[in-house]
């Protein structure tokens, strides 16, 4: 995965000529971290884990990035996901740098206080490295405020006050109005400023989407408030379609009640997998890194596809999709919401002010929508492809 993201960092530095020393500067971790978690499970038995923290880059500002809590998670998905965000925060001009790390622990399998033990842990052993002005935590994969909340806690058990070290905190605990969609409707911003370029509006396409979780979910409310037809979308359970449009407050009433998009009697059942090729005018990957492949790129009918997860598109599908003259908004600009509205968090909790829901709206437009033409203008300028603008 990192390989992936060094070939897009290396186009972007090839176009720039940087020299040789540069790039290694650019592309070398400046501190990896792995700690060994052991807790104990609810009915007495050893739990082990393991915990990651890499920390890319700190030139622009303090490192930034999400905890993913999957199995998956291992050095080199924290080193390629920190890299990113090195770029993401560059690409919307927030004062940050990168990093990004989590436990390769399954938290469907874990009860809560299984899931409380080994964050509180991974904070002990972590507390060194990260802290308000250093390193600064967020939701990402499998981790939500409930989560950021108990690192806080954890934290200032050691440190005293200091809310200002991890974002995407629930709102009684210092957290931001409009933190936890905020990835989804910067998704939804950067769709618009894409069909804006030629009089189109949301209201003019259709999407799938994969991956409900709060990225996919959130995306497709707020696009479907807009006039979007979101026809199929998917989750661990499987996908559903519905060329009319499913009806979204419906699904998301169906899923809290759930857990789960399967059997939602709104819409078909399709393959998960088939959601990624679905016949939409949009394509938005909102789930995990690789889901566009050499293998099904070419299959893709979408216009457009908008990279809300991070990492989707491996460097074969990506050049397929460029070939056959699909544009991707790459993950560092489509996704960036959610860090934007953390840095806001941020902000807030050096201020100890809170800001209005509408204001936090209007900052995140208005970064986004910047980014976006700034990146746009770029492509245009050069002939670059949006991901290699981008980087
Ligand atoms: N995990 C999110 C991302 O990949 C958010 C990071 C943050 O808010 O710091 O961008």
Partial sequence: ??????????????????????????LTPRR???VEIVTESDDGRLLHHLGF????????????????FHPSMDE?????LASLMTWKTAVVDIPYGGAKGGSNCDPSKLSNRELYRITTRFVELMKE????????PAPDVNTNAQVMGWIMDEYT???GFSPGVVTGKPLDLFGSLGREEATGRGVMYALQEYLQADGRSLSDVSVSIQGFGNVGSNAARLIAEQGGRIVATSDISGGIANEQGIDIPALLEWTAEHGVVAGFPGAEPIDGADVLTFKADVLIPAALEDALTADNAAEVQAEVVVEAANAPTTPDAHDILHRRGITVIPDILANAGGVTVSYFEWSQNIQQFRWELDRVNQELERVMRRAYGSVADLARDTGLDLRTAAF
């Fill in 129 to 136: 490295v990260v802290g308000p002005t250093v390193d600064i």
């Fill in 1 to 26: 995965m990192l390989e992936a993201t060094n070939l897009f960092f290396n186009r972007a530095a090839d176009h720039l000529e940087l020299p040789e020393d540069l790039r290694t500067i650019l």
């Fill in 32 to 34: 990896v971290v792995r």
């Fill in 157 to 159: 058990k050691y440190y």
């Fill in 76 to 80: 080199d998905h924290a080193a390629s």
């Fill in 53 to 68: 923290r890499v920390q890319h880059n700190s030139v622009r500002g303090p490192m930034k990035g999400g905890l993913r």
